[in-house]
């Protein structure tokens, strides 16, 4: 359900609403499958929902989405530190689901580091190009 909500943020965020077939084609999944989904969302007051209608958040649904995003942003953005590419979009979906919140700060905590010594972060790189030979 994360990702569907993630999702719906996403959208709602530069759209204002989000109708399930968008959803469906944006997570990749069937209409039916959305649907179910949305419902269930709905039930737990995170969505506003009418059938064939548009979707939008509530305030808590908003609050949770914020938060989905940023801990996506967050382990998309250390994973880019450590140099992973081509399996970045599936790692970070296989972590963001598992991580604690203490390690999310931390992780965070690091990329800002990075990000304030980018000399680190060039070490870094030139060594992991130097193990790769």
Known sequence: MEDYLEMIYRTCIKDGYIRVNQLARKLNVRPSSATKIVQKLSELELIVYQRYGI??????????????????????????????EETLLKDTELIEHDVSTRTLEVIDLFNNFLQLNPEIQKQYEAFRIKSDE
């Open 55 to 84: 979707i939008q958040l509530t305030q808590e649904g908003k609050t949770i989405g914020e938060f989905l995003l940023k801990r996506h942003e967050i382990i998309q953005r250390f994973l880019r530190n450590l140099g992973i």
